[in-house]
């Protein structure tokens, strides 16, 4: 499985080029959202999976954020959108079902868009249980995820697009983050809801111990 995730690195890496110019029809609708997602975020923040740093600049002042992917490519695109960040950033070439450079209970937050979708199934569970060892006893997490849809004529659609998704971003909307989040004995779900439709599914939670 850690050869399909280096597949993923290898594919973002080319991906990154023109991610923006792919990604833009649902960046319409993502960027009405990020700035009421990251309006409380505080401390020491870490970003997992900061893909072109499309969040950056709508973090509080306040905000200490260590900005980390898998691509050095994607890293190389968000440093180009550091200028308009208000926080203080720093960028971190990163795998997320690792963190090998990150130390234990470092972080106040943690903050994933669209992360776990991407990463291979069989490493979903370990990037949760990375997440909940980084961050500190009390630190807080907000993961935002695309699942399948129960309406027949939405999930027909996912359906339709989900080989490409799969074959452009390494995707895919049958992933169980939320029931990983839940299955760690140190995290505690403290709210989910939908954005839009029954896809979009924001997951807020916290690290108990």
Known sequence: MQDLNLLNQKR???????YDILDYPWELQYRKWRPGLLADVSG???EAGVGTGRNLK????????TAMDFSAVMLRKAAKRCAKASC???????D????VAIPSERYDWIVAFFLCCVLPRDLQEQAVS???????PGGRFR???MKYSADPALRKRQIFFAPFVARVYGAGFDRETLQHVQNHPN???TGTRYLKHDTYLLIDGVRER
């Open 130 to 136: 990375e997440f909940a060892r980084v961050l500190k």
């Open 44 to 46: 020491e923040v870490l």
């Open 88 to 94: 203080t950033v720093q960028f971190v070439h990163e």
């Open 12 to 18: 973002y890496d080319v991906t990154a080029w023109f």
């Open 96 to 99: 997320a079902s690792s963190m």
């Open 187 to 189: 995290l505690k779900v």
């Open 58 to 65: 709508y973090y509080p002042p306040h905000v200490n954020l």
């Open 143 to 145: 993961l935002l995820e």
